[in-house]
């Protein structure tokens, strides 16, 4: 009866598994809509039915649950009162539903301490599971309960967990001892002593073989003992054997680690003279070296510092942004410019360019861009790579046209001017506008051909164009004044365009205008004739103008007013002066304006000329004007150049690189012995069996022996391991014989028969063969045991 029953029970349990089994089939097979209803109909009541069934099904589908009610933060249902149901599954076989646990542990751990203390168990338990992410979990959340008395627990189980077989443990160890650093960081003697302690297990986690252990020591290494660079020294070389195989984000820490390691304790590279073997050190900011230079010169480099040069080689072709920026900071700052050429850097970092997200590029382009403000030559063959493009973010955009403005030569002028234009006419950013237009005056100094006409264009596109954004015309003004303070005398006739556009265009913003008339005052030491014609036309419509315009048409009279006292030899006379008369009747209008700042300049001037300080107006007035500031423009000054570059402050951080060091000590960088984690393992078919073998393991096959006499072939050679198992050694002749052929199906007819005499006798005589081959294998064992006894 009870067997009955508990067979009518497995099968209801293998009917429900299945049941759930194809709800699950079907539920993906539906899509996750149907599984986000199923979860939602789980009442609070439900689930902790779930979370207490031993189905491991319903447990996984309660937590599911658990975890979405966790990222949404459901105020409907109290997680926290479930602490002790969810705490229990800790235990459960699957992974999935541990990873889940351990979530919802790191969540709630601090709300109840002492039910958290109750699953350490547990969670120590699974630190000996056979399954290696298992253990690495255990370990993870072990660490990750925010409770200062499970720190020595957690210290006795990374210090279990560093020598452990699989490199997923260990890597965990790595990462549990950050957190353990991170629990230390104050100056108390206690965390002294704490971290005196984690400093061995993070030396022999530095010596570890595997590629993941070293990735996770070394971000241990970078944030927790940045100072401790002397841990390196016998890991050096062989690091860099191994840095491709490291993952995208230890290469690029390692490669910033190792470019400080070089300034400290490896020599720095020198020039030697080939005559007078006088030596030259490498410059401590990098410069461009001439090429006579370096023939006449042979480079001499520590060959520590050429190894890890030489293994930097591989990371050109990384698909990671912030492992090309680290490969370039390296050649930059370690080694000769050519070797950033030889490297062929430039191309890399414009394929790092093109290929990365937008956030990556911003950093990209402002290295790009300092490397090209010192060594402008590297660059130069790729200007066509710089320029700017529809999706590109115009903080992007915009250093690309600071890229292009250092990069411009007599040969590629031409086309980068052509580029300028179209960014100016189709652009509608301002930003980019206006780097464009800054660029445009670069071109012109470098190449006086095309000055006159880059000046033609952008006088016939502000009388064409709506000009109605005060930034972008302002910038538009700046570039001519710039243009026509480079040769003031031959720009006569743009001047008097200039004059005919203010007085006859109505679309020019306030700010465009005013710097026009500014422009005018400036240029009336040049030409002083066609000034006062333009300010008698500017009269008329001073009540019109907006009130920047107004206040430059006041100091464009004071200044004519000014320059003209400053040119009479004799008294001036200012009855009978038409200057005079102008001045006067600008001043009648501004004295009636409606801005403050207007009318009190009218005083101001007044007092001035009235009280005949002529040499403090000349001064105010008459005195030479720096060039009006662009956003980009660069004199041929390395200097200048870098401080319009903008670059910001995590760009002008990661630059700052600590200087070589004068005195290197002396350090021993030979390679150290890695751990071997396999030790402890052994195989049958090799190392225990070669390694221990000792002749008492062999057994000659005796002569009289009833298997030797049956078959002439010499018998397998035996062996005992260590654990006193005995083993024979075979062939694959004889390993494939053993396999018995597979019967034929026969049809069986049973009949019924009487028992003959003959039948009696075949009986007898498969029993006297059967007693035989008894026989036979008793005396084989007691062979056995002999050989086995005769061990050492």
Not at 57 to 73: F, G, I, Q
Not at 476 to 496: A, D, E, G, W
Request: with cysteine; charged share 25%.
């Amino acid at each position: 009866m009870v067997d009955s029953i508990q067979r009518i029970t497995s099968v209801l349990q293998s009917a429900r598994d299945l049941t759930f089994g194809a709800a699950a089939v079907a539920s993906s097979r539906i899509g996750e809509s149907s599984y986000t209803q199923y979860s939602k109909s789980i009442d609070p009541e439900a689930l902790t039915r779930l979370l207490s069934s031993r189905n491991s099904r319903e447990v996984k589908d309660a937590m599911k649950r658990v975890m979405s009610l966790m990222a949404t933060n459901d105020p409907t249902v109290d997680l926290k009162s479930m602490f002790a149901d969810i705490l229990k599954n800790i235990s459960s076989e699957d992974v999935k539903v541990k990873r889940m646990v351990c979530i919802y542990l790191l969540r709630f751990a601090e709300s109840d301490p002492n039910v958290a203390l109750l699953s350490v168990n547990t969670i120590q338990k699974n630190l000996q599971d056979r399954d290696p992410e298992a253990k690495a979990l255990a370990l993870k959340a072990l660490s990750d309960i925010n409770v200062a008395s499970l720190y020595p627990i957690t210290l006795q189980s990374v210090k279990k967990c560093v020598s452990d077989a699989s490199p997923l443990v260990r890597a965990t160890s790595a990462m549990t001892l950050f957190k353990l650093f991170q629990d230390s960081k104050s100056h108390d003697e206690e965390d002294d002593v704490r971290r005196h302690d984690l400093v061995p297990l993070l030396q022999e986690l530095l010596a570890d073989p595997d590629p993941l252990v070293i990735s996770c020591t070394l971000v241990v290494l970078q944030n927790c003992l940045p100072d401790r660079l002397d841990l390196l020294h016998g890991h050096f070389r062989r690091y860099c054997a191994v840095l491709p195989s490291l993952s995208h984000w230890a290469q690029s820490l390692l490669v910033e680690m190792f470019i400080r390691y070089s300034k400290h304790f490896i020599k720095r590279p020198v020039f030697v003279n080939r005559e007078d073997r006088s030596e030259t050190p490498l410059p401590e900011t990098p410069e461009l070296v001439d090429s006579w230079f370096l023939e006449a010169n042979d480079l001499i480099i520590d060959p520590d510092l050429d190894l890890f040069l030489t293994s930097l080689k591989p990371l050109l072709f990384s698909s990671n942004a912030s492992v090309i920026i680290s490969v370039s900071r390296a050649l930059f700052m370690l080694a000769p410019l050519s070797k950033f050429r030889e490297f062929g850097m430039p191309h890399c970092l414009v394929k790092a360019l093109q290929l990365s997200s937008t956030e990556n590029r911003c950093i990209i382009v402002q290295m790009i861009a300092y490397y090209a403000s010192i060594d402008p030559e590297a660059f130069a063959s790729l200007y066509r790579s710089f320029l700017p493009t529809a999706d590109d973010d115009p903080i992007v955009g915009s250093y690309k046209l600071t890229i292009i403005s250092l990069l411009i030569t007599d040969k590629n002028v031409k086309d980068i001017i052509h580029e300028l234009k179209y960014y100016i006419t189709t652009y509608r950013d301002p930003a980019i506008v206006k780097k464009a237009l800054s660029t445009l005056v670069v071109c012109a100094h470098n190449s006086n051909a095309f000055s006159a006409h880059i000046m033609k264009w952008l006088l016939s596109f502000m009388e064409n164009d709506n000009l109605t954004d005060s930034e972008v015309t302002s910038e538009y003004v700046n570039v001519i004044r710039h243009l026509i303070q480079i040769n003031p005398s031959k720009n006569l006739s743009v001047m008097l365009k200039l004059s005919q556009i203010i007085t006859e265009t109505d679309n020019l913003s306030a700010y465009a205008k005013a710097g026009i008339i500014w422009l005018f005052g400036e240029y009336i030491h040049v030409e002083p004739r066609i000034v006062p014609d333009v300010l008698r036309k500017l009269i008329p419509k001073f009540a019109d103008e907006s009130t920047e315009a107004r206040l430059q048409i006041l100091i464009l009279a004071a200044k004519l007013l000014s320059f003209d006292i400053d040119r009479c030899e004799s008294d001036y006379d200012f009855e009978q002066s038409r200057i005079a008369h102008l001045y006067d009747a600008v001043m009648y209008l501004a004295k009636f304006d409606d801005d403050f700042d207007i009318r009190d300049k009218v005083r101001s001037l007044s007092s001035l000329f009235s009280h005949e300080r002529f040499e403090i107006l000349t001064l105010l007035l008459q005195a030479a004007k720096p060039w009006p500031a662009l956003s980009l423009f660069t004199y041929g000054d390395k200097a200048s150049d870098l401080a319009h570059l903008e670059l910001s402050p995590e760009v002008l951080n990661s630059l700052k690189v600590p200087q070589w060091s004068t005195e290197v000590p002396e350090v021993d960088r030979t390679p150290v012995e890695t751990n071997n984690f396999m030790k402890n393992k052994s195989s049958i078919s090799s190392n225990t069996f070669f390694a221990s073998r000792t002749r008492a393991n062999y057994q000659q096959p005796k002569a009289s022996s009833p298997i030797s006499s049956k078959s002439s072939s010499p018998e397998p050679k035996t062996f005992t391991s260590s654990k006193g198992k005995t083993y024979k050694l075979q062939s694959l002749d004889e390993f494939f014989a053993d396999i018995p052929e597979k019967p034929k199906k026969t049809k069986i007819v049973i009949e019924e028969e009487s028992e003959t005499e003959s039948d009696v006798a075949q009986l007898e005589e498969s029993s006297s063969d059967e007693s035989d081959d008894t026989d036979d294998i008793e005396e084989g064992e007691e062979d056995d045991r002999s050989s086995t006894s005769s061990d050492p």
